[in-house]
């Protein structure tokens, strides 16, 4: 197992990736074999680390972890979406392709978060990090033309339940796990470990 | 609200008219520790080659280009798949494309294949599909799946796709199921109806004879959606070999016409816009009239509720083809029931309910061979192969596996090829003394969706009998 120490790491210097520590291990697979002892196969190990650019989504990810929501609006005035605000985040406008401006929607959120619909699972994929069961909400916001797919932290989600959003500022992940949401009037002595309003 | 431009609304017009000639599939399993996908290949292309009593080495000498899809270059560990299938299929140096499209990937090879030929640019086009999932355990497969979410919004949360779609069918039970209970009902009669067809399927992996209350019982997935709702994960391959006419004569007595038309929409389910609602030949303004008094709620279009993307395909592909309604047209189809709920929205999306209406064309009994209310034929029966919930859904492949199960259908040939005892035992398996003779009696023309996602990609296929064309060229 590799140590913490050794896991790769990268910043960014001039426009170029610098990288520091393993990125890749490497280890031996073993046979797969019938009952009878006929190979069959083998197992193929590996761990890899990728790197990955959030581009001009980055200082949405970058927000979260200063209890910011920052959606984007098309402010083209010869766009028929013009106006139309977007959450999730989309660097471009969909319509006239032209950069949209990032705004910030933190109080449009704490003040008019409204689950559109939700799910609870105790079943997830591998690699999963959240608390299980998992209670994934879609949040609806009044003058947003689309709808954020996210968590409840606190509570059983209802269809129509007003929620308000908080930060993960301990320990960020710097992942969209670092937005969740409570219900309205939840005391800060309910909320989850590294999280604040 | 969004629009679309005339230009983007035209319907597609083909060069020339396209033939479904033949088409064949491997078995469908969990997983081949045995098998090599080149092998799964071989024997749907040997299987085409059968049905039309050629070689392989005969049907192969006609293929002018090649489309392979296969979805997940992950959970195959292999990239360029397609240059290693052509290889072993022994078809260099002929052109070929790799085709994804995720759960739809299918449906688009077939696509490709379709306007490969109508342009003009290949007489006879092969599109053959497959997938490799039994290379990670099945947890390791639903992040892999739950990759096809968008990686920075989406896939982070819970890494299981079952979650992305059971958001909608939490919606759509709440608008359109009006919160009964008899709708979660309905759900599970989709599934026992989907396993019990597989049961007659030799091809199948997911057959089985269990009940409402079975369904009702399994684990939860995701709720409302529970272990029995959900689709298959397999291995297996499909293919189809498509032609114009003078080559498609040529090659058998009996090919059928194939259309494919194509939709699109937003990979996130949160991007959805509201926008009107793109009417069927069959639907007029008045259909949805006053829809959100009637059903408070569904205030957005297509919301969490439809997918557009599937009723795209079929603005397309119904007029491409002279269908006016689906249900006095089509004489049987293969959806793409990746999950209970999606095979409700897609009834709606197609039109043969209208929107919020869907459950109608599970309980009036229209859906199956066999109406239970009357004992008499089912008006438009679905997934008489089992779909992705009874059968399989080995991604790439799935789309052209319901292909084939149409064109086995109108032929005729359905019985004889799934009720082969010989075909049960070359698979393992016992044909089962029950078993049921699931053809459709005088079945002309039928359809096929292929579906990506929550609604990426959409494809509509259909096949008519030539003599029973609804539209002229």
Redesign the interface.
Known sequence: MATTKSLGTARVEKGRYELEGKFHRIEPGTPIRREDGKLCGVTKPRSLIHLHSYGGEAVFFEGLTKRKIYATRCDNPACDAKGSIFLPFRIYCPDCLRKATVIDVTDLCRKTATIYSFIVTERTGAFNTLKIPIKFINVSFEGVCTILMSYLSVGEPKIGMRVVPIFRTRNPTYTIEDLSWVPEGTPDSKLPKGFTF | M??FSEMQLKIPKMARPVFLVTGGMSEFRRAF??KKTEELCIEALTMAAELINMSPAELKSYIHTAYYGHFADHFG?QLLGEAVIHDRLGLDPLGNIGIKTGGATGGSTLWEAFKTVASGYSDCTLAMGWERMDEV?T????????CAA?????T?????????Y??????YW?VFGKEEPSFRETLAKIAVKHRGYGYHNPFAHGGMKITVKDVLNSP??????RALDCCLMSVGAACAILADEKTAFKMCKNPLRIYVAAGSHTL???????MEIPLLPHETPETYKDFSKRYP?ADRYPG?TSFLATRMSAYYAYRMAGIQNPLDDLDVAELHDAFTISDVQSYEDLGFRPYGQGRDYVESGDCYHTNPHTGKPGRLPSNLSGGLIGCMHAVGATGIMQTVELMLQIWGRHGEIHGDPKRWEAFGKKKPEDWVDLQVKGAKRGLAISHAGVGSHVTCTIVIHPNHLLKQD
Request: overall charge negative.
């Open positions: 969004i629009k520790p045995e560990d355990p947890d390791e497969g639903n992040n892999y799946i739950a968008d990686k920075d919004w989406e982070p949360l819970g890494h299981i796709y079952a979650g992305y059971a958001v909608m069918a939490q919606r709440k939860v997935v995701a709720y409302p959606l996130r389910v949160a991007d959805r816009r509201n709620g969490f």
